[in-house]
């Protein structure tokens, strides 16, 4: 990112609050809902709780052009390579908020069939509880989001780990860990 | 495929016989016959009612064939139903079809009880049937406002989502929570309706019935809406009864079958409402009999409200139901009786049934085995939208691509109870 | 297409609005006392053993002769629909209980049938061993069977002869195991606290 590059000084900083400004005041949803979760997260983006004031009215459909990505469900072993595949596919800066238990930590299916926690695929920046948690709940997590974007805790995080952000370890079948990395 | 042609002159004497002519031969890979192209749509798509995805096989802009692969929400639940006791059974089913949770509890409550030679009293009987109806119109607002929002017109999503809000909410009062409600357990229902249910009920249904006459005013007549529905998405009877469909989709067919007048249960045959079918088997009439269903689940919960009796909202048989609250303050063995029932649970004397009750989307079934456990030796839900989705291929071949979006919506599928 | 089986329009109509029969509150409510007559039908005609399981009526065929079973069910009896076919896995309890005439073995694969004219259900169950997990598909005969023969070989791990495409279904394609039978463990994966060590 191109700031990075110039020292911080005054007139870098009134520009860092600006981009920051706009990055969180539009924040675009990809839509990822995949099971009960997504119903709520319908909810939130409907006219009661509406997401439109927070600028998310729009639920982009190709993750190039979404900004925050709500896994909304359960990953089954099937779904996780395209949860990853999708999350590459996002162009940064890029936000994952976890909506619900099962996406959080596999929620009440502890089981064969479910990534237990979808951070053990992409890295999260928000866990909402819930199942499923109500559309105030998605609220006060998005706001969060908000908050962190405001601080630019997030930016400052990525930069520091080696793995952009996400130490990720897949296990093969045969037991030996392989560390994931981004590209640089 | 080859072409002989004359190349241009060597430039040296030697091997010039051998460049006069050249044989240019495309090779390597198959070349399909026409020109048909395989896409892949899904499973993250906007338009494809949760994680399904299909593969199409498409000319131009005509789809030829169209295989749905499913498995992407396979979460396992029959498995976790054999780790589960009775009690807690119905938190586990209810998160299968998410769209009318209800209808996954009561299927599963209703086959523990028959396993259980278990009767119910007439309140939780009624209470059931409203609340059966209440998740019936929820299911299929929720199904105008996707369908409205994949054929295009946006604002549906919003109009269908303003009523279900106040379904939900009503809903919440009830049972407690907006969704996955684990309301109905094997014995009755988990609490009795709270105070002024009886008027909010009322101020709900005055506006679903205002929203369902807006839509009606809104689409049915609309020409784009007509376009894009009507003559889409056929299926002719013998198809669909073949292909194990059953709800809206065998009901658009001409074929007038549903469970709660065919084999009643609760207390369907006790209240007077009708079976809506049409004719022509298309995506207008699919549409056209869900929005019409809600009327006659409207008319259905009118009647709850006049008629419920008064009495008990769960058994009074000690084995199978939790004292109530209050006593557990009071008597060490109702305490004893609530911890055992809630940690170990009931057991159920073996046995197997089977339990078809009709949910929004066609006929839900419970196939329970008992072992003489405290927990299901086998747990299987049929879930409608696994069977209906098998009718999805017919209907999208043949049919142009943007009309399979249409037809995918009008199948309505939920994946959670596809793949379980 | 079982064309010949499938109700006209008009007798759908006569056959929804018939009165309910006297039992209770219950799916089976409409059958009046003569169901047994299917279920024994069936079983005679192909050395099964019918019974009644909570009020409904249940044949345990022979697995050889399932397939035939299904085609007199849908040919003759007009059981229009195949509404399930499922598997049930006993290695717990394979000394349980059963009908007299039946042997019990480790696996069970049970199909429940829908008569629309005649408004009656039947459920047939074969007992398929461990070591032969095989069984003859439904396909052909009831085409909305596909997806669940799959379910039940992508889950169960038995096979179904004569089906288009036996392949997984729920579970990805590379996966090892059949989760639903009783000895493939369940897959806990052990909860970590705050404060355990942890791959991140």
């Known amino acids: 990112m191109g700031l990075d590059a110039i020292p911080y000084n005054f007139f870098t900083g009134r520009l860092e609050d600006l981009v920051r400004w706009a990055r969180r005041n539009s924040v675009w949803p990809a839509t990822f809902g995949l099971a009960c979760c997504a119903l709520e997260m319908m909810a939130a983006g409907a006219a009661h709780y509406d997401t439109a004031r927070f600028g998310m009215e729009v639920f982009r459909a190709s993750p190039r052009q979404a900004d925050l990505m709500i896994v909304a469900g359960r990953v089954s072993q099937k779904m996780a390579p395209v949860l990853r595949q999708v999350y590459d596919q996002m162009v940064e800066p890029k936000w994952v908020i976890s909506m619900g238990v099962c996406a959080s930590t596999g929620g009440m299916f502890n089981n064969y069939a479910l990534v237990q926690g979808v951070d053990q695929v992409v890295p999260v920046d928000v866990y909402v509880p819930g ?11 998005i706001l969060m989001l908000h908050d962190q974007i405001r601080t630019g805790e997030l930016l400052a995080r990525r930069a520091e ?7 990720i370890e897949v296990d093969q079948t045969d037991g030996t860990p392989v560390s994931v990395t981004l590209p640089s | 495929m080859s072409t002989e042609w004359e190349g241009l002159a060597p430039q040296t004497d030697e091997g010039a016989q051998e460049l006069q002519t050249r044989e240019l031969v495309f090779s390597g890979g198959v070349w399909p016959e026409g020109d048909s192209m395989i896409v892949n749509m899904g499973p993250q798509h906007p338009s494809t009612h949760g994680v399904l995805r299909v593969m199409l096989e498409l000319e131009g802009e005509d789809v030829l064939r169209a295989k749905p692969i499913i498995g992407y929400l396979h979460t396992g639940m029959e498995k976790t139903g054999e780790e589960l006791t009775y009690v807690q059974g119905a938190t586990n089913v209810t998160r299968m079809d998410y769209a009318s949770p209800i209808a996954n509890e009561l299927v599963f409550s209703m086959a523990v009880e028959r396993l259980l030679d278990l009767e119910v009293p007439p309140r939780a009987v009624w209470i059931r049937m409203m609340m059966a109806e209440l998740d019936r119109m929820a299911s299929h607002l929720l199904f105008q406002a996707t369908n409205g929002m994949d054929i295009g017109a946006l604002s549906m999503m919003l109009y269908g989502w303003r009523e279900r809000e106040e379904v939900l909410r009503l809903m919440e009062e009830v049972t407690g929570l907006r969704m996955n409600h684990n309301y109905v357990r094997p014995g009755g229902v988990a609490a009795d309706l709270p105070d002024g249910w009886h008027d909010r009920t009322l101020e709900v249904l005055d ?6 006459t807006q839509y009606d005013l809104l689409l049915t007549a609309n020409p784009i809406w007509l376009e894009r529905m009507v003559g889409v998405g056929t299926i002719t009877r013998t198809q669909a009864l073949a292909l194990g469909a059953t709800g809206p989709i065998l009901r658009s067919t001409g074929f007038p079958w549903d469970l709660r007048k065919a084999q009643p249960y609760l207390a369907y045959d006790d209240v007077d409402f009708d079976v809506i079918y049409t004719e022509n088997g298309d995506c207008f009439d699919r549409y056209r009999i869900r929005l019409y269903e809600i009327a006659e689940s409207v008319k259905i919960v009118r009647q709850c409200l006049e008629r419920i009796p008064d009495g ?44 078809p009750i009709e949910s929004p989307r066609g006929e839900i079934g419970c196939y329970l085995v008992a072992d003489g456990t405290g927990k299901p030796a086998r747990l299987h839900i049929r879930g409608p939208s696994f069977y209906n989705l098998q009718t999805m291929s017919p209907m999208m071949e043949g049919g142009l691509i943007a009309d399979g979006v249409a037809v995918i919506s009008s199948v309505d599928p939920i994946m959670g109870e596809v793949d379980r | 297409m079982p064309d010949d089986a499938t109700p006209t329009a008009e007798e759908a109509r006569e056959t929804v609005h018939e009165p309910a029969g006297e039992s209770d509150q219950g799916p089976d409510a409409a059958i009046d006392g ?16 019918a019974v009644r ?23 003759d009896e007009r059981f229009t629909q195949c509404v399930d076919v499922t598997a049930v896995d006993h290695v717990a309890d394979v000394e349980r209980a059963v009908p007299d005439g039946v042997s019990p073995k480790r696996f069970e694969v049970v199909a429940n049938f829908l008569s629309h004219a005649r408004n009656r259900r039947l459920r047939v169950i074969a007992q398929v061993a461990a070591d032969d997990a095989e069984i003859a598909s439904l396909t052909d005969l009831y085409p909305g069977v596909d997806f669940a023969e799959r379910e039940v070989y992508d889950l169960m791990g038995i096979a179904f002869e004569g089906h288009p495409d036996l392949t997984r279904i729920l579970m990805p394609d590379d996966w090892v195991g059949f989760p639903l039978r009783k000895d493939d463990p369940p897959g806990h994966v052990p909860v970590t606290f705050k404060g355990d060590p942890t791959p991140r």
């Open chain 3, 34 to 49: 003569s169901i047994d007559e299917v279920a024994d039908a069936v079983a005679e005609r192909f050395q099964g053993v």
């Open chain 1, 131 to 141: 199942c499923p948690p109500g559309p105030e709940t998605l609220l006060h997590g």
């Open chain 2, 207 to 212: 506006l679903v019935e205002r929203g369902i």
């Open chain 1, 161 to 167: 780990s080696p793995t952009g952000g996400a130490a």
């Open chain 3, 53 to 75: 399981s909570h009020g409904q009526p249940v044949v345990y065929v022979d697995r050889g002769v399932w397939r035939d079973v299904a085609a007199s069910l849908r040919d």
């Open chain 2, 312 to 355: 008990d909202y769960r058994t009074d048989d000690l084995k199978v139901t939790p004292p109530p609250r209050e006593r557990i303050d009071e008597s060490m063995e109702a305490l004893i009786h609530h911890f055992k029932l809630f940690t170990e649970g009931f057991r159920v004397p073996a046995g197997e049934t089977y339990v």
